[in-house]
């Protein structure tokens, strides 16, 4: 098939293309992507002057391995060869199995079951469904409602709204249509900060109150993402674990974003040494190839449903358990522990510590922070999107802005001088925007 002209394709973009988190038709004019590999992007008209542009956004904190690499090329071509997609449901096929068997044995015990879902969002929506039917299932019906600390982010389709955070969050416009979960206040902010103790009687007492009405706890354990890359203590988590326990309510980390290293272990759970009762996992999962996630759960929990009135989780989505994109899971997962995957982390940690040591100075800018491959510039202001966007391409890097925020998530694989030059670029956006 020819290639459109890029004038043709933008023409046809703006036409019918409806992008996300954007008016339709658009108003900014997006750049064309012509081919990707290591951590470039080649574009098909040249921007700022640049006709590559380093990845600094690992499509949305998906390819931590990069584009085209050979292992995952190879998992994918294999795969093709065999079969593309089967039915999930009373079929199975060995890229799934194998799937579901390594994610038990990575994840943190006692997680046992896995459910493989399309996106994160569904993983989210099969999360709140378990813990919702579990009670349903064990004659607790009335405990049916979520609590969440604000600050959150839990995708975008209904259920997944209705945690994230009310107001200051994408999704306020809904919050007379969405269910009406519980809100404690945004967990204090700061990795290494100690707990405090206020916040956490607090929490305690406002489980209390509701103790008969609570399903579970959902959080993103140590890194808020989209609700406003805020980074708290893993001493919170263990506090969750404790309070869950102690109030018979269920703990639910959504580790779409944290799973797979990206903050400095291989899950943030493993950060604080707890477990949840449930696990949602996405992004990373595939290395950024295909769309996968995965709602994982312990034996008591899917005992529980097993037992009730409906013993069985009504959710079957049509590409549940794909055979390209488990393939290339298994393959992403294997290339990622096959390696000191912890150094490399450290690395790209340590290279954003004293790229963006300076930006802390800049007017406008409220706070500096990095965690992991994951690099943060808050400004006092909304960010202006596309002069930060083009300021960073003008350093011949791609980043996507948004709210306050200025931030980058590289690939794992981002050489040092390239995650300099990210750095550079997130200054340079910082004093744009």
Not at 6 to 32: F, N
Not at 110 to 124: N, T
Not at 415 to 422: G, N, P
Request: proline fraction near 7%.
């Amino acid at each position: 098939m020819a290639h459109l002209p890029t004038d043709d394709l933008l023409a046809l973009d703006r036409a019918h293309v409806w992008h996300p988190y954007g008016p339709m038709p658009g108003t900014v004019t997006p750049y064309v992507v012509e081919s990707a590999s290591g951590v470039r992007l080649r574009l098909a008209r040249p921007v700022a002057g640049r006709t590559e542009l380093i990845d600094g956004m690992s499509s949305w904190w998906a390819a931590v391995h990069g584009y085209g690499h050979p292992v995952l090329d190879a998992a994918v071509r294999d795969q093709l060869g065999r079969m593309s997609h089967v039915m999930f449901g009373g079929l199975t096929h060995e890229p799934a199995v194998r799937l579901a068997a390594r994610l038990v044995e990575i994840t943190p015990e006692p997680l046992q079951h896995v459910f493989l879902a399309d996106s994160g969002s569904v993983a989210v929506e099969v999360a709140m469904k378990m813990c919702l039917q579990y009670w349903q299932s064990v004659g607790r019906p009335a405990k049916r409602r979520l609590l969440t600390w604000r600050g959150g982010y839990h995708g975008d389709t209904f259920h997944p709204m209705s945690v994230c955070d009310p107001e200051g969050g994408m999704h306020h416009l809904w919050g007379g249509v969405l269910p009406g979960q519980l809100f404690a206040p945004e967990p204090p902010a700061g990795f290494d900060a100690p707990l405090d103790e206020d916040y956490a009687a607090r929490f305690d007492a406002l489980m209390a109150r509701h103790a008969d009405e609570l399903a579970a706890v959902i959080v993103e354990p140590v890194v808020q993402g989209a609700g406003g890359m805020r980074f708290h203590s893993p001493a919170y988590l263990r506090m969750l674990r404790d309070l869950c326990d102690r109030h018979g309510v269920l703990l639910v980390f959504d580790e779409i974003a944290t799973g797979f290293g990206r903050s400095g272990a291989l899950f943030a759970a493993d950060h604080a040494g707890v477990s949840p009762d449930v696990m949602c996992l996405g992004k990373a999962l595939t290395g950024g190839y295909l769309t996968m996630a995965a709602a994982l759960c312990t034996s008591a929990v899917a005992d529980g449903i097993s037992r009730g009135e409906m013993p069985v989780l009504a959710h079957g989505p049509t590409f549940m358990g794909n055979p390209l994109a488990a393939a290339v899971a298994n393959a992403s997962i294997d290339l990622l522990l096959g390696q000191d995957w912890q150094v490399e982390v450290k690395r790209v940690e340590t290279g954003l510590r004293t790229g963006l040591a300076g930006a802390a100075e800049l007017p406008g800018v409220r706070d500096v922070r990095v965690l992991g491959a994951l690099g943060v510039v808050q400004l006092d202001h909304p960010v202006d999107m596309v002069a930060a966007t083009e300021a960073a391409a003008r350093e011949g890097v791609w980043l996507r802005p948004f709210r306050d925020l200025i931030y980058t998530m590289p690939p794992y694989v981002t050489e040092d001088e390239d995650v300099a030059r990210i750095a550079a670029a997130v200054t340079a956006a910082a004093v744009a925007g």
